[in-house]
């Protein structure tokens, strides 16, 4: 299928090394931040989320990092992977009912 | 398990043709949700479902869109008198239930092309 990454800013990242994609939101009133990974061809699939009350959360791999005082989201990806390779959106949920609204994206190539 | 099925995974109309895009949730989700993208950019909102009804369909662009759930199942999207700038690939995903935080569970997205 076709790339939906054509146009996206791009992030180079050696096999190994950490990845940090950032994101700057405008909503204070979103209840969650959420991050997620969309590869060729493929629907969005999700990493993870954050609720507006904490400042840092980790799953496998990767660590979201909140900061309210400026309204700047980040996912941390620890010793990226070819498999990492793919676009990242952030997203905020603004209201009840998991209506999202989707940044602009960042395309991750992870460089053997 | 099967995730969110759409179909046709890609569709090419002439302008002015009506178009019909179905998605099939993940079984046992009552919420289901449609977005928009576009080349280069992320996913737009368009309408979501709780159940059969339609809980907010704020994100339709104009009248020539319409989206029913008739049994809180399967979802058809519906396009009359398409023009070319409705070509996108038009996502559906599935939840739970609205009370989750973010996690929506996607398909693959049916490409519309209009010509």
């Known amino acids: 299928g076709e790339s939906v990454g054509l146009h996206l800013p791009t992030l180079s990242v050696q096999e190994g090394d950490n990845s940090i994609i950032n994101c700057a939101y405008s909503?204070?009133?979103?209840?969650?931040f959420i991050w997620y990974k969309q590869e060729s061809g493929k629907g969005p699939q999700f990493i993870i989320d954050?609720?507006?009350?904490?400042d840092k959360r980790q799953g496998q791999r990767v660590t979201v990092l909140l900061n309210k005082t400026v309204k700047h989201l980040s996912l941390q990806i620890a010793a990226t992977q070819p498999g990492d390779s793919a676009v990242y959106f952030c997203?905020?949920?603004?209201?009840?009912?998991?209506?999202?609204?989707f940044g602009g994206g960042t395309r991750v190539l992870v460089k053997p | 398990g099967a995730g969110v099925s759409q179909t046709p995974s890609n569709k090419v109309t002439e302008k002015g043709k009506y178009v019909e895009l179905r998605c099939d949730p993940i079984?046992?989700?009552?919420?289901l949700y449609w977005y928009r993208q576009s080349l280069g950019q992320g996913p737009e909102f368009l309408i979501y479902?709780?159940?059969?009804?339609?809980?907010?369909d704020s994100g339709l662009p104009n009248d020539r869109f319409f989206a029913v759930r008739p049994e809180g199942s399967v979802s058809t999207l519906k396009i009359q008198r398409t023009e070319r700038g409705d070509s996108a690939v038009y996502l559906c995903?599935?939840?739970?239930?609205?009370?989750?935080?973010?996690?929506?569970?996607f398909g693959e997205g049916s490409r519309l092309t209009v010509l």
């Open positions: 954050i609720r507006s009350n904490m």
């Open positions: 479902f709780q159940g059969t009804g339609a809980a907010d």
């Open positions: 997203a905020e949920n603004k209201a009840a009912g998991n209506k999202l609204t």
């Open positions: 909503n204070s009133a979103s209840d969650y």
């Open positions: 079984s046992g989700h009552t919420a």
């Open positions: 995903a599935s939840s739970p239930g609205t009370e989750y935080g973010g996690e929506l569970f």
